[in-house]
Antibody
Framework: EVQLVESGGGLVKPGGSLRLSCAAS????????MNWVRQAPGKGLEWVSS????????YYADSVKGRFTISRDDAKNSLYLQMNSLRADDTAVYYC?????????????WGQGTLVTVSS | SYELTQPPSVSVSPGQTARITCSGD??????AYWYQQKSGQAPVLVIY???KRPSGIPERFSGSSSGTMATLTISGAQVEDEADYYC???????????FGGGTKLTVL
């Protein structure tokens, strides 16, 4: 059974940093692209970043480019999101999501999310 | 930046057909996908590659795409189908992933 468990969320002041983690199990982690998707309170879904199975390809939404860094540790079956220079509009639930098989660019499994609140 | 446009809300009575549209300039060349999200839950894929239905998704959910518009159709909508629905795709390069703004489906 595929499981994705996010952690690391919390309250941080504007300008601060936070590192999110996603522990994956139930599939061959190194073979799949992984993603972060966020949802601000009462708002829609927003794709944040993607990383390929070999970390060769990394992409970011314009809203986080230059501030957030996605990475993975295939030996630990873990995905990370380093968030710097946080702003109030980064407040959201952050979901870890697995890409579907056959390099299809959509998400077939999601975690339950971790809440990041940026406030003074 | 690339955008997908959905109506904010759609309302139907139980048993009626609900249609939710999604427009985007890259849709003639890129697949559309649809996610259902119920309150407080993670999204669930209900349609992939324009019209395919994942296992476990009821047959009343179907998808289509023509030109720059994709459509999610729920035939005989049920009260339990009340949720937010998001279309999803990629830009023309395939590297940027995009969600539509979401459509709140009310069934009552």
């Amino acid at each position: 059974e595929v499981q994705l468990v996010e952690s690391g969320g919390g309250l941080v002041k504007p300008g601060g940093s936070l590192r999110l983690s996603c522990a994956a199990s139930g599939f061959n982690f190194r073979s799949y692209s992984m993603n972060w998707v966020r949802q601000a309170p009462g708002k829609g879904l927003e794709w944040v970043s993607s990383i390929s199975g070999t970390s060769t390809y990394i992409y970011y939404a314009d809203s986080v480019k230059g501030r957030f860094t996605i990475s993975r540790d295939d030996a630990k079956n873990s995905l990370y999101l380093q968030m710097n220079s946080l702003r109030a509009d980064d407040t959201a639930v952050y979901y870890c999501a697995k890409d579907a098989p056959v390099a299809a660019p959509y998400f077939d499994y999601w975690g339950q999310g971790t809440l990041v609140t940026v406030s003074s | 930046s690339y955008e997908l446009t959905q109506p904010p809300s759609v309302s139907v009575s139980p048993g009626q057909t609900a249609r939710i549209t999604c427009s985007g300039d890259a849709l003639p060349k890129k697949y559309a996908y649809w996610y259902q999200q119920k309150s407080g839950q993670a999204p669930v894929l209900v349609i992939y590659e324009d019209r395919k239905r994942p296992s476990g998704i009821p047959e009343r959910f179907s998808g289509s795409s023509s030109g720059t518009m994709a459509t999610l159709t729920i035939s005989g909508a049920q009260v339990e189908d009340e949720a937010d629905y998001y279309c999803y795709s990629t830009d023309s390069s395939g590297n940027r992933r995009v969600f539509g703004g979401g459509t709140k489906l009310t069934v009552l």
